[in-house]
């Protein structure tokens, strides 16, 4: 069974950075699909970013283009993501996701494995 560990999390102030990572163990990362998703407090969990198996292709949310980055190392089963110039509704706890086939890549239900998240609190 995948197994997904996210880390990276914490306290940023607005316009920080922050770069999240996640590590996949009991398979080989390039069979998976991965993915970024977010909750907000109070909020639902929404998707933030999305890499192919191989990392030719990504996807971002709207809000997440342009100041987000997702990348991924096979070699390492690990993907990244890095974004910039936080903000304090970034606040949020980060999860990653995988699957070998999402039928969508923005929809957490077509995810069949996730990390335990890691929290991410943006001040003013």
């Known amino acids: 069974q995948v197994h997904l560990v996210e880390s990276g999390g914490g306290l940023a102030q607005a316009g920080d950075s922050l770069r999240l990572s996640c590590t996949l163990s009991?398979?080989?990362?390039?069979?998976?699909?991965m993915a970024w998703f977010r909750q907000p407090p109070g909020k639902e969990r929404e998707f933030v970013a999305a890499i192919s198996w191989n990392g030719a292709n990504k996807y971002y949310a709207n809000f997440a283009k342009g100041r987000s980055t997702i990348s991924r190392d096979n070699a390492e089963n690990t993907i990244v993501l890095s974004m910039n110039s936080l903000k304090p509704e970034d606040t949020a706890i980060y999860y990653c996701?995988?699957?070998?086939?999402?039928?969508?890549?923005?929809?957490?239900?077509?995810?069949?494995?996730w990390g335990q998240g890691t929290q991410v609190t943006v001040s003013t």
């Open positions: 996701a995988a699957d070998i086939f999402p039928a969508t890549r923005e929809n957490e239900h077509d995810y069949g494995s």
């Open positions: 009991g398979d080989s990362s390039d069979r998976y699909y």
